[in-house]
């Protein structure tokens, strides 16, 4: 990735979303969404599929017709219902890498780059020029004269997204870009994404259901459902501190503990829990109201096992171990606790044997209190 | 033609019949053209729920290639079903014609004496045969161009934009699908002769009654290519900057082009060998060959006949071949 010389910078520009409803016929796809992406900022719409994120992403782009709502690039509205404005697609000044790549087979690897270039009636010897630095940046120089139908998958997502940023869009817009390649070729590609997003530094708006891509690659993230958003923060803020229980779940895995609140034991910043099988658990609450039923959420990761009791006051428990699965990089626990199971993700190396009694721990700092 | 004799009617021979005994019995030929357009109207209907039930894309961004497919045993007898396809429908009618064409007088089995070359002789000395078939090519060529065009702005029109009420648009199109090609001549012919633009007895007339009455047959082409080709193909170069001219230009078109070629070549012969229209609106100043044929049936000899048959074929079939040698290097993409 580097030895070649790097795009001009585009105009970063902002994206501002706001009441964004979208209708498929009789269908609402999304339901009032609205956020904010600054200026060189990579913001995720993460979700499971059906949730409105692609919807979203495509009503920016100016590919789908909003019933409502306004879309600002640059502070300049691109789409709003009152006052009437819509800007054609292909006047926004953005760009889009497509979950089926969308290369054109009836052209070469640099004709498809140097598409959005001669569009722009660049002349023939920059498109060539910054057509050879694209396509260096993503790995793709020796195929430039390759036909475009003859590409593999990989192939073909790199050359995607160098026909995407080579124009120095002011937006990059990303429609689950990774979804069709194999698993490791995907993993290989988020890096790379993410190391091409902070060379070029234009602001980014990425679609995903793929939980590690999201995390991996953005500043901030916005969960979406039903059209909705559920929860908008950095990847850090949503994984340690989930706001409900959809998130919670959706976001990693999760063990969900009900209960009561026991103000009486609250102390020291922690609210207190007791399970209907009568144990407490303290856990955070991040200033946050519980609902109806009181929810905390414990990541797997954060549940500890181990024989001897550990020392700490609260927040430990025998339990006893149910299944143990191998799964390489971790270890998934099932184990017997309170009536329930809860779910255990232990190192590898730290064999507990099924059927054995064991102690589960959890900070309180990782019991997060759930608003609904 | 083919039906009558052994009283087998199908909807429109039985109109035509109704409409041309005595009394004409016009009232009940509408009805029955009526019938057809609600046949037509289910059809255009049911295809396009199943057409919006799923995706036909076959050429995506992603790599495709064509894969021929292995039906190991089955290999052979399928290769004679072809064949014996082949030779009923196409070969066998061909080869009766050449044989009658060369004969003096038709018989099943005839003396050495009998054969001659005299009917082709005569046939290309009429002038009306030779100005009939220049002028068939030509409008062969006129159609087809013509047709492409109109047809393939008209199927992306209602496949590709998104404006309201293109599915209007598709019933209306199919329309001339549901009428017989005679009645919608008649129409042609009553609408011409009121209508104050001078075109009727011309080719012209002709031109736009046959681009009336392949519309059908060409956005059905069309369209099957165009719901082959990803969607995406167009919105990504949209997002690259390019208006819809451009796309068009540059996207749409090429991916278009083979698909076009053959609607091409379709709207071609089908036009050269149109009849059902033709003959009404055909007139001293604009002959075409079919209805020359047909005429040439009931005045002149089977023979004579079955050599001007073999002419319009031969034609056809040398514009044809010129036309696929021109059509294969198109659609050859350049290094492969």
Known sequence: MSGEPTPAPGRRASIEVRDLVVRYGSVLAVRGVGFTVAPGEHLTLLGPSGCGKTTTLRAIAGLEQPESGEIRIDGQPVFSSSPRVRVPAERRGLSMVFQSYAIWPHMTVFDNVAYGLRVRKRPEAEVAERVRGALGLVQMS??????????SGGQQQRVALARAFVFSPAVLLFDEPLSNLDAKLRAEMRLEIKELQRTLGITSLYVTHDLEEALAISDRIVVMRDGMIEQTGTPTEIYDRPRNRFVADFVGSANLIEGRLRPDLAAEGLVAIETASGAIVHGVAHDRRPGARPCFSVRTVHVRLSRQRPPAQVNVWPAIVRRRVFQGDFTQYHADWEGRTLVVRGLAAEGIEEGSTAYVAVEPRHCVLLEE | MLGL???????????????SQYPPQFPRAAAMGVSLFAVMFAMVWIYRRVVRAGSYATITGKAFRARAMDVGGLRWPLLAVCVVYLGIAVVLPVLTLLYASVQRLATVFPRADNFTLANYATALSLDAVRSALGDSLI??????????????????MIYRSRLPGVGAIEYVLMFPQAVPRLVFAFGMLWAWLIFPIPIYGTLWLLLIAYLTVFLPLGLRTIAGVMLQIDRSLEESAQMCGAPWGYRLRTVTMPLLRPGLIAAWLLLFIASVRELGASILLTGPKAK?????????????????????????????????????????????????
């Open chain 2, 288 to 336: 075409v060959i079919t209805p020359t044929i047909v005429e040439s049936w009931f005045s002149t000899s089977t023979e004579l006949t079955a050599a001007l048959a073999l002419l319009q074929t031969l034609a056809v079939s040398v514009a044809l071949a010129l036309l696929f040698t021109v059509a294969r290097r198109a659609t050859q993409p350049a290094g492969e």
């Open chain 2, 139 to 156: 409008l062969g060529l006129g159609t087809a161009t013509v047709g492409v065009l109109l047809m393939g702005f008209l199927a992306w």
């Open chain 1, 142 to 151: 020796d195929l430039a004269a390759r036909r475009a139908s003859r590409l």
């Open chain 2, 5 to 19: 004799p052994s009283r087998f009617y199908v909807v429109t021979t039985a109109m035509y019949q109704l409409v």
